[in-house]
């Protein structure tokens, strides 16, 4: 089981289409999945087709309740499973400031995810996607804590950089509590090839980030952007369509990476 954090405090940079579209596309690639939600905006719920305020259970009772990840999840209709979030997540650093575990509580319900899974017979989830909301709050801390990795949506824009430091300090900082966290990849989104800054900005994290750089750049696509009113990852809606093509390429890479991590240890 590989647990992925999809951030960036920048916001509207494709964090919750990368999500989204990633799960679809591993669970396309019949990998099993589960997306965890952990924006109070729930644009990630949504994504899936599952209503928001109308779920039983959500990531908040996960997070300030005790309740297990196993009870919080749900089959969306896009095929996979999710625990969803919506605005009962808000407010999560007032309610547990100052609470000794507060960072390490997604991280605790996970292991106890992963024990379960160990012990059961059924087969477990091969990744777990996590998208997390426009700031380094609690909730991105707790998944910051929990994850393998971090996969960092990009926008290859005059101000793509900035933020970036303060994620890369929060990263070394958690280090501490979590050893293997780490930057998994950045992923160019919103991609326009015939944008000459675009290329120039294109280049420049390509200096800056030399090999955990994915190929795939995820173009600015109108299906991508259609596809959440419709309750659906593109693949679904629109399987042909570049958006869709390259998300699922993005999962290649992704599972393409697991295995050469694997096969080092
Ligand atoms: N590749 C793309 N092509 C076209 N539209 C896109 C693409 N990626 C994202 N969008 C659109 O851009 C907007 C922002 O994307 P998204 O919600 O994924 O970003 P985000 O980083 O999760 O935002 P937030 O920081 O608010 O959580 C959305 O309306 C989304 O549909
Ligand atoms: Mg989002």
Same mark, same amino acid.
């Given at each position: 089981?590989?647990?992925?954090?999809?951030?960036?405090?920048?916001?509207?940079?494709?964090?919750?289409?990368?999500?989204? !579209?990633?799960?679809?596309?591993?669970? #396309?690639?019949?990998?099993?999945?589960?997306?965890?939600?952990?924006?109070?905006?729930?644009?990630?719920?949504?994504?899936?087709?599952?209503?928001? !305020?109308?779920?039983?259970?959500?990531?908040?009772?996960?997070?300030?309740?005790?309740?297990?990840?196993?009870? #919080?999840?749900? /089959?969306?209709?896009?095929?996979?499973?999710?625990?969803?979030?919506?605005?009962?997540?808000?407010?999560?650093?007032?309610?547990? /400031?100052?609470?000794?575990?507060?960072?390490?509580?997604?991280?605790?319900?996970?292991?106890?995810?992963?024990?379960?899974?160990?012990?059961?017979?059924?087969?477990?989830?091969?990744?777990?996607?996590?998208?997390?909301?426009?700031?380094?709050?609690?909730?991105?801390?707790?998944?910051?804590?929990?994850?393998?990795?971090?996969?960092?949506? /990009?926008?290859?824009?005059?101000?793509?950089?900035?933020?970036?430091?303060?994620?890369?300090?929060?990263?070394?900082?958690?280090?501490?509590?979590?050893?293997?966290?780490?930057?998994?990849?950045?992923?160019?989104?919103?991609?326009?090839?015939?944008?000459?800054?675009?290329?120039?900005?294109?280049?420049?994290?390509?200096?800056?980030?030399?090999?955990?750089?994915?190929?795939?750049?995820?173009?600015?696509?109108?299906?991508?952007?259609?596809?959440?009113?419709?309750?659906?990852?593109?693949?679904?809606?629109?399987?042909?369509?570049?958006?869709?093509?390259?998300?699922?390429?993005?999962?290649?890479?992704?599972?393409?990476?697991?295995?050469?991590?694997?096969?080092?240890?």
């Amino acid at each position: 089981m590989e647990i992925l954090a999809i951030a960036n405090q920048k916001g509207g940079v494709g964090k919750t289409t990368t999500a989204v !579209n990633l799960a679809a596309s591993l669970s #396309a690639k019949r990998k099993r999945v589960l997306l965890i939600d952990l924006d109070p905006q729930g644009n990630a719920t949504t994504g899936t087709g599952l209503h928001k !305020n109308e779920l039983a259970l959500t990531a908040a009772d996960v997070l300030l309740d005790g309740v297990s990840i196993a009870e #919080a999840t749900v /089959m969306s209709p896009a095929g996979f499973d999710v625990v969803g979030a919506n605005k009962e997540l808000a407010g999560m650093d007032i309610t547990l /400031m100052g609470q000794e575990n507060s960072h390490t509580l997604l991280a605790d319900a996970l292991d106890v995810l992963m024990e379960d899974q160990q012990n059961s017979k059924k087969k477990g989830y091969d990744y777990i996607v996590m998208d997390c909301a426009p700031s380094l709050n609690l909730l991105t801390i707790n998944a910051l804590v929990a994850t393998d990795g971090v996969i960092i949506p /990009m926008q290859c824009e005059y101000y793509a950089l900035e933020g970036l430091a303060d994620l890369s300090q929060t990263i070394e900082r958690l280090t501490e509590l979590n050893p293997k966290l780490h930057i998994k990849g950045v992923v160019r989104t919103l991609f326009d090839a015939r944008n000459t800054l675009a290329n120039d900005v294109s280049q420049e994290l390509e200096a800056h980030f030399g090999d955990i750089m994915y190929r795939t750049h995820i173009p600015r696509n109108v299906r991508l952007a259609e596809a959440p009113a419709h309750g659906m990852p593109v693949l679904a809606f629109e399987k042909n369509s570049k958006g869709a093509q390259a998300y699922l390429q993005l999962a290649a890479e992704v599972i393409k990476q697991s295995r050469a991590a694997k096969k080092q240890a």
